[in-house]
């Protein structure tokens, strides 16, 4: 292990979301990472729409993944809307720039919704300062490039990044994992909306959700959750 790899872990140990985010009160879908195809060593990114494109970056990397099969099912999904109003389209929209992102912990398995360029930022810290690589760290970056020059970029790696996906729709296994976040944050309602009703003051036929900040919905209404 390198001495940035430790200060790396050391660093990421004691870090909190940004003080201003809002933290939501639901956990992140465990296999968000893997249905974005994200493979950073960081243990935070974020995700935004940016120039019509669903985005991730965790402040040293980006790229893009699909929209209709990741992105959408996930930030447009009832619960997400009720513990974030308005911030789906605060994230980006085909015709505004985005003025939040959705920040993701894996270790802690938490969400957050801070301010665009502050998320940035955060993500950022989070990694040590860019130095020269050594000779050996050289060598293997030079192996991964000559692998990367040498594999062919096929039309399913295309379609993973979400180019296509109007046409073709998202890799089986992207469609897949988008299919398991919506399982899991039904989950996750149901659990909300059971708890709820366990609350209710005999005699009440309309139950309210709580914990959702600056937000209050009536479940009944909601029965197409």
């Given at each position: 292990m390198t001495e940035d790899?430790?200060?790396l872990g050391?660093?990421?140990?004691?870090?909190?979301f940004p003080v201003s985010a809002t933290t939501l009160p639901i956990p992140m879908p465990p296999m968000l990472p893997e249905a974005i195809s994200y493979s950073g060593a960081g243990r935070f990114f974020g995700l935004w729409y940016n120039g019509h494109k669903a985005t991730w970056t965790d402040g040293r990397s980006m790229a893009t993944f699909p929209y209709f099969a990741i992105y959408a099912p996930l930030v447009d999904h009832p619960l997400m809307r009720a513990c974030m109003p308005n911030t789906s389209w605060e994230l980006g929209t085909d015709d505004s720039l985005a003025s939040k992102i959705l920040l993701c912990d894996r270790e802690e398995g938490t969400m957050a919704v801070a301010d665009y360029a502050e998320g940035h930022r955060f993500l950022s810290d989070q990694h040590p300062p860019l130095r020269p690589p050594t000779t050996e760290e050289a060598a293997v970056l030079e192996q991964k490039i000559e692998k990367?020059?040498?594999?062919?970029?096929?039309?399913?790696?295309?379609?993973r990044l979400g180019l296509f996906e109007t046409i073709g729709g998202a890799p089986r296994r992207e469609q897949e994992l988008g299919q398991t976040i919506?399982?899991?944050?039904?989950?996750?309602?149901?659990?909300i909306r059971k708890m709820a009703e366990q609350e209710q003051p005999p005699g009440r036929h309309s139950t309210q959700s709580e914990g959702f900040p600056g937000h209050t919905t009536n479940l009944e209404e909601r029965e197409s959750w």
């Open positions: 790899t430790r200060n050391d660093m990421a140990e004691s870090m909190t990367m020059m040498s594999d062919p970029f096929t039309l399913t790696d295309a379609r919506v399982q899991f944050l039904d989950q996750c309602l149901k659990e």
